[in-house]
């Protein structure tokens, strides 16, 4: 049965111990080290990322293993986190994020195995990895060697508001690197220069980005350069990105922004440097999904009515869809996350432990 004092106890212990994206060394230790004491082979690995499996219980030696993942890194101000329990919420003290993304799916994860495996409930072999530097760009999922993993389908425990939501829907995300090279002059001699920035604001004026259409965004969200206010500005590097669910939309966007920076620069005497790279792939279900239904199915179990949504952000389980794994992404109650003001409610904490427990149970 899940423990709702052992479960918060160990949201608040995780909480504490500091794991700023990059720094996840100490929580990693102690998140193996509680999966090894429930009988899993647990293992870090360089980035941090820690991987556990644990045998079925009560099920066919061949039962299909299910996939279960959480990150344990959180975005700035993530130290010194002094979590506080009352009117049945837990909150950070205002001067730090509270780290409930994603630790409050970390929590659920390690108190649904504790439940199933210390009351000998009859469950699926289990998989279980528990990502590092996840909010810096999926990095520890994209490094991570799922080579000892044979789980074709899971759930990744990440996602926003009550218990209940399943995320059908992710972009495939850009990542743009434009870099205008003009020529440095003297701002008292112009003509002997090239204004790199005269010509990266002449592309961003016709650059579309913004909402594009409902599929697809796009945000320029950097500009550098220039050296001293009296010289022509030789070099010009923006830092941007392009979005969407629709790969098609992405791909025509994408060339026409970088269609805009090559007009710009045309004829200017300017080099132009348009670099894009994948962040990761999108994916999509339907609700008649086989995996989306068996998940809609456990919130049935648990109380909740399941809802559906898209987003317009990436998470680990992009990582997974690509590599093979089958992922979906739930909600696990956790509200205004990347600010100070995060919070979870216990009684979404709890459901969300109850959700793992139902989802692994056979
Ligand atoms: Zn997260």
């Not at 579309?208 to 500005?233: C, S």
């Amino acid at each position: 049965m899940i423990n709702e004092q052992r479960l918060v106890q160990t949201f608040l212990d995780l909480v504490q111990i500091d794991s700023p994206s990059g720094d996840e060394g100490a929580i990693a230790e102690f998140v193996a080290a509680r999966l090894r004491s429930l009988g899993a082979e647990a293992n870090v690995d360089a980035l941090y990322n820690v991987t556990a499996k644990i045998p079925g219980n009560g099920v066919k030696q061949n039962a299909k293993p299910l996939f279960l993942n959480a990150h344990t890194d959180n975005v700035a101000p993530a130290r010194g986190i002094k979590p506080i329990v009352a009117g049945g919420q837990i909150a950070s003290d205002g001067t730090t994020v509270l780290g409930a993304d994603d630790l409050a799916g970390v929590a659920a994860i390690l108190e649904g195995v504790q439940s199933l495996v210390q009351d000998n409930q009859k469950h699926l072999p289990l998989e279980i990895a528990i990502t590092a530097q996840e909010e810096m760009g999926l990095v520890g999922a994209k490094g991570l060697n799922l080579s000892a993993f044979h789980a074709k389908e899971g759930v990744v425990f990440d996602g926003g508001g009550p218990v209940g939501s399943i995320t059908l829907a992710a972009p495939t995300h850009n990542l743009l690197d434009v870099t205008i090279i003009g020529k440095a002059a003297h701002s008292a001699r112009p003509d002997e220069g090239v204004n790199a920035l005269t010509i990266a604001a002449r592309a961003l004026t016709q650059a579309k980005v913004g909402k594009l259409d409902k599929d697809t965004t796009a945000n320029f969200g950097m500009v550098r350069g220039g050296n001293a206010r009296n010289i022509v500005p030789e070099k010009i590097e923006l830092v941007g990105e392009v979005r969407s669910r629709n790969e098609k939309k992405l791909e025509r966007h994408t060339r026409a922004l970088k269609q805009a920076f090559t007009k710009a620069v045309k004829g200017t005497g300017a080099e132009l440097e348009f670099r894009v790279t994948r962040a990761y792939n999108r994916y999509e279900f339907g609700k008649n999904d086989r995996l989306v239904k068996r998940v809609a199915q456990a919130l049935k179990k648990i109380g909740r009515t399941p809802t559906y949504r898209a987003t317009m952000g990436g998470s680990d389980a992009n990582i997974w869809n690509a590599k093979g794994i089958k992922t979906i992404v739930v909600s696990v109650g956790y509200e205004q996350i990347h600010t100070t003001s995060e919070y979870i409610p216990v009684a979404e904490l709890v459901k969300a432990a109850e959700l793992v427990e139902t989802l692994a149970s056979a």
